[in-house]
């Protein structure tokens, strides 16, 4: 998994924060199918912090993603 950022309103180049495989102790699922993956990461001002960094994805947003997915495989 990689999680960069880069400024929204103006060009420039991206800073990756995070580059490593995802761990099953990163990832958490609650009673209504929400998946939230977390992980700790370099700061984006800060050369000597980390920051906790959280996505939360819902039942539906996954089967999207997923769907998206199955329509790039099928077009190759």
Do not use: C, H, W
């Amino acid at each position: 998994m990689r999680l960069s950022a880069q400024p929204a309103r103006k060009p420039g180049s991206p800073k990756s924060l995070y580059s490593a495989p995802l761990q099953i102790e990163d990832v958490q699922i609650d009673e209504n199918g929400d998946v939230t993956v977390s992980i700790i990461a370099d700061d984006i001002y800060s050369k000597n912090s980390t920051q906790r960094y959280q996505i939360t994805l819902t039942e539906a947003e996954i089967t999207l993603l997923s769907r998206g997915t199955k329509q790039l495989v099928t077009r190759r």
